[in-house]
């Protein structure tokens, strides 16, 4: 523990002491609090762009035309300027300092979209350990689109989403992924998960987990698809019983046009090992024959139909070999905010194609290991050193306290669990592992800045960074927009913050509802 808050001292004491074992990096953290973001730059001029964020290991900027149609790529790098007085603090920033260009460099502008397609601005995955980028593209949605071929009723489709993998050292397209009349819910990364070389992506329409691997080479591989079929030889498994089954005049295509779709008069392979789990659950509760099936009747055989219209609506890895999978009706899959629906989560075997466990979304038994284990739901790449200290309830006592006191206060326990389960499972990287975030270091006003990767209501007010530690001094503030505040009050206004994961660097971006120019400010340490 450092016995004084001035750096040098610090410095003094990191050479003469050594830290407990397992705290290293924590201890060099509160380094941090020294090191802030205090400066900053208001209506900085820079190119029009949309800002997504910084890569997780610092190494790039990304952004996107305001036509979504392409990718610009920055370097960060730090601002250097000369002064001939030998205080050069007392002086404001030379006009030149001023600009996008003194912080980033531009290191290739690459077009993603092509004809009717369209970036997905909100999404963008980072694979750290080859430095690849997947961006994705899409056409329009159509809301009322019929349910074909297998495709659940009620879900939009969209007829191409293809997915880019890039090399975000030069912008070279590696490989694409396409998906026809599809629905991929790329909003925050909602559908897509990427863990260590794995990615999972959820295909809503047709109600199938498609596993992917992505090689040290660029090339994005198929491993299994997880839906209708669970093994990867359940397919074969069941056209061989159907030609059996079916009289040798009646088989044309494998299926005669008027027969009915065998395939089609299956649950899914995922269905049937869900409700095999709820069977057996609830099969095994009971010893008594007659308590069994009044319990089975009751809590199986009476919500059965319900069972079987769950859809899957999200998906994240836990570990390469187990999912977790997030269940709910057709209209909370495709809605904007499925709080209010109902929803369940279970946990999928790949290697054993079994579902380990199954909890409604309200269940105070997941709630409990939500609470003490959240860090093991945010799971994260090994290779991703920096998001190991991405403050949660589970590992910060500051976190811990303030879910306790929104617990305290919340009128129903049912709703309060449910409210905070809602957020399971996690999407893929939505969090920033910036050390200003660290709940140990600093204390902020969450409802207008986390870590958390959203858009938020803007506010004219700046906001504040205060040391969690002695002297409890405010370190810096943040403020969103114009300096002297928005002259038009009553337009609504929304604000994203861009947090480098390492340096003392930040960016503020204010933007209205009317695509008018964002107002960009950058924060730093001069």
Request: glycine content about 4%; hydrophobic content about 35%.
């Amino acid at each position: 523990m450092y016995r004084s808050s001035n750096i040098v001292a610090r410095i003094f004491d990191r050479q003469i002491c050594t830290p407990a074992p397992g705290t290293s990096v924590h201890h060099a953290r509160r380094f941090y609090e020294n090191l802030v973001p205090s400066y900053t730059v208001y209506e900085v001029e820079c190119p029009d762009h949309s800002f997504r964020k910084f890569t997780d290991d610092g190494q790039y900027l990304i952004s996107f035309s305001r036509n979504h149609q392409e990718l610009i790529v920055f370097r960060p790098r730090w601002l250097s300027f000369s002064c001939n007085d030998e205080d050069c603090d007392k002086h404001d920033l030379p006009s030149k300092a001023k600009k996008f260009d003194s912080f980033f460099s531009q290191l290739y502008c690459v077009p993603l979209a092509s004809c009717n397609e369209l970036i997905c601005k909100d999404f963008f995955l980072y694979m750290e350990s080859n430095q690849f980028g997947l961006f994705a593209t899409s056409t329009a949605q159509i809301h009322d689109a019929p349910a074909v071929g297998g495709a659940v009723h009620g879900v939009p489709s969209i007829e191409k989403i293809t997915f880019h993998l890039l090399r975000l050292e030069d912008g070279e397209i590696l490989d694409k992924k396409v998906f026809c009349n599809d629905f991929v819910n790329l909003t925050h990364n909602m559908g897509v998960f990427l863990y260590d070389d794995l990615l999972a992506i959820v295909s809503l329409r047709y109600q199938t987990i498609h596993i992917l691997q992505i090689r040290d080479s660029g090339n994005l591989v198929d491993v299994r698809a997880i839906g209708e079929f669970c093994r990867e030889d359940d397919e074969l498994f069941l056209n061989s019983n159907a030609q059996h089954q079916l009289p040798g005049n009646h088989i044309e295509n494998h299926i005669h046009q008027d027969q009915p779709n065998l395939g089609h008069s299956f649950l899914s392979g995922i269905k049937q090992r869900l409700l095999s789990f709820i069977f057996r659950g609830l099969w095994n509760e009971e010893r008594d024959d007659t308590l069994r099936i009044q319990r089975l009747r009751k809590n199986f055989y009476f919500h059965f139909q319900d069972y079987v219209d769950l859809i899957i609506w999200k998906v994240q890895f836990l570990d390469r070999h187990h999912l977790l999978i997030k269940f709910g009706s057709v209209d909370g899959g495709v809605s904007r905010n499925a709080d209010h629906h109902p929803a369940f989560v279970a946990v999928y075997n790949m290697d054993t194609t079994e579902i380990v466990s199954f909890y409604q979304n309200s269940a105070d038994e997941l709630y409990l290991l939500f609470e003490q284990f959240c860090d093991h739901f945010h799971a994260t790449s090994r290779n991703s050193m920096y998001m190991n200290f991405i403050s949660s309830h589970s590992n910060n006592i500051h976190a811990l306290e303030q879910l306790r006191s929104i617990k305290d206060k919340a009128s129903s326990s049912s709703q309060f669990v449910k409210k905070m389960l809602a957020s399971l499972p996690f999407s893929c990287q939505s969090q920033s592992p910036s050390p200003y975030f660290d709940q140990s270091l600093f204390r902020f006003d969450d409802k207008l800045i986390s870590a958390t990767d959203r858009h938020r209501q803007s506010t004219d007010h700046p906001i504040k960074f205060i040391l969690r530690r002695h002297p409890y001094s405010l370190k810096f503030k943040i403020k969103p927009g114009p300096e002297a505040g928005s002259m038009d009050g009553r337009a609504k206004k929304i604000s994203s913050f861009l947090f480098h994961p390492i340096l003392p660097l930040a960016l503020s971006v204010q933007q209205t509802l009317f695509l008018q120019p964002s107002v960009v400010n950058i924060h730093f340490r001069r």
